[in-house]
Each structure stands twice: as structure tokens, then as C-alpha cells.
């Protein structure tokens, strides 16, 4: 079983920054893509961003490109989203992901969930 536990959400003015950590316990693959997911009231969880544990290849949303960025820090086992020049569309709560998926914005293909973490960026 893997544990993935989101920290780092909050509110902020729209143009400001904030960094979500996940991080990852239990019994973790080295093949496991790792993905950041959103969910906004109303509306569909959508891909934000993923990275592969093995290869690094990183994956962004359209909407999110230039000014997200996903990394990871294996030794704390933990994968990180810097969110820069924040949007109120932005707003949602954030979820990590790990799984296998074929493509990194398939959601249905990830098998392990955190519980979520609010960000709010306000105008």
C-alpha cells in the first residue's frame, strides 16, 4: 500500500506563488509516475502536472505550462509543485497521484491518492 499525504496548499493574492509537497510512504515503485491533479468546485478533477520517477520526463497542462513546475527529491521521497503568477482559475483543491498510467494525464490510471490540499488564489 502506498500513503501520499499534500501539504503546502493556502490562500494567496492572484500573481503570488506557493509550493505543494507530497509525500510518499508504504510500498513505492521506482516505475511509479507521479501526478498533480486538480479539482475545482463544480467541475471535473483535471492533469495538471506528472513526473516519472525513473526517467524524470516531466508533463504540464496547457494551462499551467511556464508557470508550474514539478520536481522531486528522492532521498526525503517526496515530489514538489512550485505554482508561480497564480490565477483565481487556479483555485481548487489539489490532489498528488502515483500510479502507471500509459498517459500521465489519464487520471483513471493512477491507483494511490492523497487526501487533498485547498489553494485559493483571490483578485
Known amino acids: 500500500q502506498v500513503q501520499l499525504v499534500e501539504s503546502g496548499g493556502g490562500l494567496v493574492q492572484a500573481g503570488g506563488s506557493l509550493r505543494l509537497s507530497c509525500v510518499v510512504s508504504?510500498?513505492?515503485?521506482?516505475?511509479?509516475?507521479m501526478g498533480w491533479f486538480r479539482q475545482a468546485p463544480g467541475k471535473e478533477r483535471e492533469f495538471v502536472a506528472a513526473?516519472?520517477?525513473?526517467?524524470?520526463?516531466?508533463y504540464y497542462a496547457d494551462s499551467v505550462k511556464g508557470r508550474f513546475t514539478i520536481s522531486r527529491d528522492n532521498a526525503k521521497n517526496a515530489v514538489f509543485l512550485q505554482m508561480d503568477s497564480l490565477k483565481p482559475e487556479d483555485t481548487a483543491v489539489y490532489y498528488c497521484?502515483?500510479?502507471?498510467?500509459?498517459?500521465?494525464?489519464?487520471?483513471?490510471?493512477?491507483?494511490?491518492w492523497g487526501q487533498g490540499t485547498q489553494v485559493t488564489a483571490s483578485s
Open positions: 497521484a502515483a500510479g502507471t498510467p500509459t498517459y500521465a494525464d489519464d487520471k483513471d490510471a493512477y491507483e494511490y
Open positions: 508504504g510500498h513505492t515503485s521506482s516505475e511509479y509516475t
Open positions: 513526473l516519472s520517477w525513473t526517467w524524470s520526463s516531466k
